[in-house]
């Protein structure tokens, strides 16, 4: 059953690995798990199912893990942190959702129990990240150390995040060509929902470079990271960093480009409201001229007389040029 899912996506083991010190590395199966089959190797590594029950009791009952640290690795919602405990530490990082017809934005959690001798990861979605480290392990291109395996997966993490963040970058370069091109209309509806997106990733990218961070200080001090692994996740906190500024940048430009868009709104609107009010101006002394004309009263001027409309139309037409000729030396069209 090592690096296999059954059906559903319930299998308790996605996979496990025991390192000995030889240097090789060995399938585990969750019989083996279950069956005390960890114990005479220098180190494992278990990816588990947070969604399956086995895995739950499992944790609860046979993992040796205190209660408190089971649910926090259990919690539906987590945040990227480290926390040290004595020479152990509790991780939550954060990758992009790369699983199919997902949004990337929408990141998975992985949990992570790391000590010297057993390293458990879990996950309630499929984190792609762990699938590459573990593609690492099955070529020898990773140390076989909790401190190399915690920095491969910190760093091929970040890796999955780049393109996406770049792509925002892309996508935030094409929204301002199209607010300056006057050919082309921005659907209002869509920098809303740009800045959703990137606010989402924004959320977890600061206190991710946080617990990286916190695992790069408090990690060699542990034992559980050689100074090399130290600087290999340190490298990768300054991915995290960058990230983080580009995303903050896009957002600012993001909010700017949304301004203008309502601005640019604004102006068209006013735009409208100034040509009404040029026309009602125009057309108010017409409309009041008429008006007077077209009661029915005795006593209007030219009612008997046939050149009596001409010369009142005659009249309407100067007195339009000259409201055109005012609005014009005030510089109002």
């Known amino acids: 059953m090592s690096g296999t ?4 996506d319930v299998a308790p083991l996605v996979f496990g690995y025991a390192f000995d010190a030889d240097g090789s590395a060995t399938p585990l199966s969750w019989n083996d798990v279950t069956q005390n089959g960890l114990a005479g190797h220098r180190l494992v590594w278990l990816h588990l199912n947070r969604q399956s029950g086995q895995t739950q009791d499992w944790l609860l009952n046979k993992s040796g893990l205190d209660w408190l640290t089971v649910d926090a690795l259990l919690q539906d919602e987590t945040r990227p942190r480290a926390v040290r405990h004595g020479k152990s530490f509790l991780i939550n990082l954060r990758g992009m959702n790369m699983n199919e017809g997902a949004d990337p934005e929408d990141m998975v959690s992985l949990r992570m ?6 390293l458990i990861t879990i996950r309630g979605r499929r984190v792609h990240a762990a699938r590459a480290v573990e593609g690492l392990v099955r070529s020898h291109d990773v140390p076989y150390s909790t401190g190399a395996l915690v920095a491969a997966l910190a760093d091929a993490l970040t890796d999955q995040m780049e393109p996406v963040i770049e792509g925002f970058d892309d996508e935030a370069d094409r929204y301002e060509d199209e607010l300056l091109d006057p050919k082309v209309r921005l659907n209002r509806s869509v920098l809303p929902e740009f800045r959703r997106r990137v606010l989402q990733v924004r959320r977890y990218l600061m206190p991710q470079r946080d617990a990286m961070a916190a695992l790069v200080r408090d990690g060699v001090q542990s034992g559980i990271f050689s100074e090399f692994d130290a600087s290999f996740l340190r490298e990768s906190m300054d991915r995290v960093t960058r990230l983080s500024e580009q995303v903050e940048t896009i957002r600012e430009r993001s909010t700017v480009l949304q301004e203008e868009l309502i601005q640019e709104g604004t102006e068209e609107t006013n735009q409208r409201l100034f040509v009404l ?10 409309s009041f001229v008429t008006g007077l004309f077209g009661v029915n009263l005795g006593g209007i001027p030219g009612a008997g007389d046939g050149q009596a409309f001409p010369i009142l139309v005659g009249g309407l037409l100067l007195s339009t040029i000259a409201t055109l000729a005012v609005l014009r030396w005030q510089r109002w069209i």
């Open 5 to 8: 899912e059954e059906q559903g």
């Open 277 to 286: 009010a040029i026309l009602s101006a125009v057309f108010l002394p017409l």
């Open 113 to 118: 129990w790391a000590s010297n001798e057993l």
